[in-house]
């Protein structure tokens, strides 16, 4: 049966990888790439739902995708980056980051989940981030990325919890890519552990192994790049 992979994002260091990798793979008959930057048919802006719905129904055309991966996110643009304190908290910005990292994300699954296969074991798979875990939060800050990470676990985790009922074996994830060198990155990588800034295409195929071994029962989950299962 013909298949095909979506990624959300394809612009981007992690999505373009992604993308060159799923091909170089050759497990895909078709590998169709979206984002904001690319024009025509293939233009997706995650604050537009009239581009996702027509990503979507241009999808729809070829082979049911077995693979849906969201490679977004925003952590800082131009003079905004992530709040330190309370007192940095803005309301545009807030709701600016949450369009990106949370509403969009949604707005793809309510397009795209609809167009999984119901046989097999299709994946629905969103970069997350390990600072979006309530659990695992030690530290505080970050408080617009942080929060919109974690509405977007929770939103996963419903939607997992619908999709079972039309689809007992379709598999919806999280996945933290740990820190990649990219733009989203960049301003912060001083911080990172020797040997724990991955090239894009690194991270990419180490996303690839982990959703090659999900199994129905993860759906719902949230994995690093390791395979660990990140508490919510």
């Given at each position: 049966?013909?298949?095909?992979?979506?990624?959300?994002?394809?612009s981007g260091?992690?999505?373009q990888?992604?993308a060159?990798?799923?091909?170089?793979?050759?497990?895909?008959?078709?590998?169709?790439?979206?984002?904001r930057?690319?024009t025509?048919?293939?233009?997706l802006?995650?604050?537009?739902?009239?581009?996702?719905?027509?990503?979507?129904a241009?999808?729809?055309?070829?082979?049911a995708?077995?693979?849906?991966?969201?490679?977004?996110?925003?952590?800082h643009?131009?003079?905004?980056?992530?709040?330190?304190?309370?007192?940095d908290?803005?309301?545009?910005?807030?709701?600016?980051?949450?369009?990106?990292n949370?509403?969009?994300?949604?707005?793809v699954?309510?397009?795209?989940?609809?167009?999984?296969?119901?046989?097999?074991?299709?994946?629905?798979?969103?970069?997350?981030?390990?600072?979006?875990?309530?659990?695992?939060?030690?530290?505080?800050g970050?408080?617009g990325?942080?929060?919109?990470?974690?509405?977007l676990?929770?939103l996963?985790r419903?939607?997992?919890?619908?999709?079972?009922?039309?689809?007992?074996?379709?598999?919806?994830?999280?996945?933290?890519p740990?820190?990649?060198?990219?733009?989203?990155?960049?301003p912060?990588?001083?911080?990172?552990?020797?040997?724990?800034?991955?090239?894009a295409?690194r991270?990419?195929?180490?996303l690839?192994?982990?959703?090659?071994?999900?199994?129905p029962?993860?759906?719902?989950?949230?994995?690093?790049?390791?395979?660990?299962?990140?508490?919510?």
């Amino acid at each position: 049966m013909a298949k095909a992979a979506v990624i959300i994002g394809a612009s981007g260091g992690i999505g373009q990888a992604m993308a060159d990798a799923i091909e170089e793979e050759g497990g895909h008959d078709r590998v169709w790439r979206f984002a904001r930057s690319f024009t025509g048919e293939h233009h997706l802006d995650l604050t537009d739902e009239a581009s996702i719905a027509a990503a979507a129904a241009l999808v729809a055309t070829g082979p049911a995708p077995t693979l849906v991966f969201v490679a977004t996110g925003l952590l800082h643009q131009g003079e905004r980056g992530p709040e330190k304190a309370m007192r940095d908290l803005d309301p545009e910005w807030l709701a600016r980051v949450y369009a990106v990292n949370t509403i969009g994300p949604a707005l793809v699954a309510k397009h795209f989940l609809p167009l999984l296969p119901r046989t097999g074991e299709p994946v629905f798979a969103a970069l997350s981030a390990r600072v979006g875990s309530i659990a695992d939060n030690k530290m505080g800050g970050w408080h617009g990325y942080r929060a919109s990470k974690a509405a977007l676990n929770m939103l996963l985790r419903n939607f997992a919890i619908e999709a079972k009922r039309k689809s007992e074996r379709a598999i919806i994830v999280g996945l933290h890519p740990g820190t990649v060198d990219t733009g989203l990155s960049k301003p912060f990588q001083a911080n990172v552990a020797p040997g724990k800034l991955f090239d894009a295409e690194r991270a990419a195929l180490q996303l690839l192994d982990v959703i090659e071994g999900l199994k129905p029962v993860d759906s719902g989950k949230i994995f690093a790049w390791d395979g660990e299962e990140i508490p919510f």
